[in-house]
């Protein structure tokens, strides 16, 4: 799973060729989610509140950039870094 960012110990990957919707994963320890792309609902699993609202606030900042490596991540390609959250 390649990790597309990672800040304040939460890793952020995608798949590659996943199943729609668009969605990412976060990890942070023990815990883990799939979060969809483009409203941040939670798909399978759990996160803190704190960890979900630092996902969550990264998300609306690169939600373009979260597009696009889905897009190169259906088409097997590499995928692009993101920014952290700062």
Known sequence: MPEVSRFFGIIIAMYYNDHSPPHFHAKYGGEQASLRIDNGAI????????????VDEWRVLHQAELLEDWTRARARQPLNKIEPLE
């Open 43 to 54: 798909l399978e699993g759990n996160l803190s509140a704190r960890a979900l609202r630092l």
